[in-house]
Antibody, heavy 121, light 109 residues
Framework: QVTLRESGPALVKPTQTLTLTCTFSGFSLSTSGMCVSWIRQPPGKALEWLAR???????YYSTSLKTRLTISKDTSKNQVVLTMTNMDPVDTATYYC?????????????WGQGTLVTVSS | DIQMTQSPSSVSASVGDRVTITCRAS??????LAWYQQKPGKAPKLLIY???SLQSGVPSRFSGSGSGTDFTLTISSLQPEDFATYYCQQANSFPPLLTFGGGTKVEIK
């Protein structure tokens, strides 16, 4: 049974760095073809893909946010970590992590429940 | 980056209606397209991948079609549990900079 769960602060101040952790089970990021992405959704708005890390440690970032994002993994802990620097109120959103199986294509077949991050002083 | 444009942004329909949602890519993406359903307060759920493949466990009233730049999600007979927001997502392979459409809200008429 595949599960993913996001964790991190609910509130951050402008200019601070956000660190989110995705803890998953039911699959391994050391298995060929497995990938985990971060996706966010501002309140009432559409989904936005942020970053992806692959089983072989390849990393990909949104063009518009790549200077602010870092994604990493700890395979032994079944965790993926996303950091986003210089947070701004427009970054207020629900942040999701989701799995991709590369053989299926770059689609998200399992998602976490999401964590709401509010940026405010 | 590839832009995805969905239409309409919202649609009002009744139970039993046939509903069609379209998604257009700013450049050709072959069949690298998925559709998701999202209910309020919940994570999106994968319905269709590779433009027309039904994800396991998804009812057969959902279907997808299209290739290149124009895609369609069809709900053949709308059920009460189908009132939700639907998103398309392009998954063109390299570089894999993934993008979603703006969403279509299916509302009760």
């Amino acid at each position: 049974q595949v599960t993913l769960r996001e964790s991190g602060p609910a509130l951050v101040k402008p200019t601070q760095t956000l660190t989110l952790t995705c803890t998953f089970s039911g699959f391994s990021l050391s298995t060929s073809g497995m990938c985990v992405s971060w996706i966010r959704q501002p309140p009432g708005k559409a989904l936005e893909w942020l970053a992806r890390i692959d089983w072989d440690d390849d990393k990909y970032y949104s063009t518009s946010l790549k200077t602010r994002l870092t994604i990493s993994k700890d395979t032994s802990k079944n965790q993926v970590v996303l950091t986003m620097t210089n947070m701004d109120p427009v970054d207020t959103a629900t942040y999701y992590c989701a799995r991709t199986q590369q053989w299926l294509g770059y689609y998200f077949d399992y998602w976490g429940q999401g964590t709401l991050v509010t940026v405010s002083s | 980056d590839i832009q995805m444009t969905q239409s309409p942004s919202s649609v009002s329909a009744s139970v039993g209606d046939r509903v069609t949602i379209t998604c257009r890519a700013s450049q050709g993406i072959s069949s690298w397209l998925a559709w998701y359903q999202q209910k309020p307060g919940k994570a999106p759920k994968l319905l269709i991948y590779a433009a027309s493949s039904l994800q396991s466990g998804v009812p057969s009233r959902f279907s997808g079609s299209g290739s290149g730049t124009d895609f369609t999600l069809t709900i053949s007979s709308l059920q009460p549990e189908d009132f939700a927001t639907y998103y398309c997502q392009q998954a063109n392979s390299f570089p894999p900079l993934l993008t979603f459409g703006g969403g279509t809200k299916v509302e009760i008429k």
